[in-house]
Structures are given as structure tokens and as C-alpha cells.
């Protein structure tokens, strides 16, 4: 099972990247859990200095930008 999460201190554009996060998910057709961290340390943590980001089993996959579900589906298949 894949671990999918949304890194962003809960602005709109986070939220929406969750939203085609799960969407992704569910057109993969996969196992996936999808999370979102908000505590900045967390997303420091990751190296990521600008949000929303996007990471996929731990690696950063998407800085800075809302990719629509379709594009998120080929970084996590």
C-alpha cells in the first residue's frame, strides 16, 4: 500500500491537492492511504520550503503547485 501525503499548512490550494490526491487514488485503482501533515516541522522535515507539496512512500514528488488528478495518478503508479 502506497503512503500519499499532502504537506501544506491548510490553505485552500492544500486542501484542493488533497481532493485530487484521493481523486488519483481512486483512478489508479490502488491501495493508497492519503494524509495531510500540517505541522510545519514535519514538512521542514521533508525539505519542502514552499507549499502545498506532495509526497509519495517519503520521497517529494510535486513543490509549490496543484497538479489535477490525472497528473498525480502517474507519480503514484
Do not use: H, S
Amino acid at each position: 500500500m502506497k503512503l500519499i501525503q499532502v504537506l501544506g499548512t491548510g490553505c485552500a490550494k492544500c486542501d484542493k491537492l488533497k481532493q485530487n490526491a484521493k481523486a488519483a487514488v481512486a483512478l489508479a485503482g490502488i491501495e493508497a492511504t492519503v494524509e495531510k501533515i500540517e505541522d510545519i516541522n514535519v514538512i521542514a522535515g521533508f525539505g519542502v520550503m514552499m507549499t502545498p507539496a506532495l509526497a509519495v512512500d517519503g520521497e517529494v514528488k510535486v513543490v509549490g503547485k496543484v497538479p489535477p488528478p490525472e497528473e498525480i495518478r502517474k507519480l503514484i503508479e
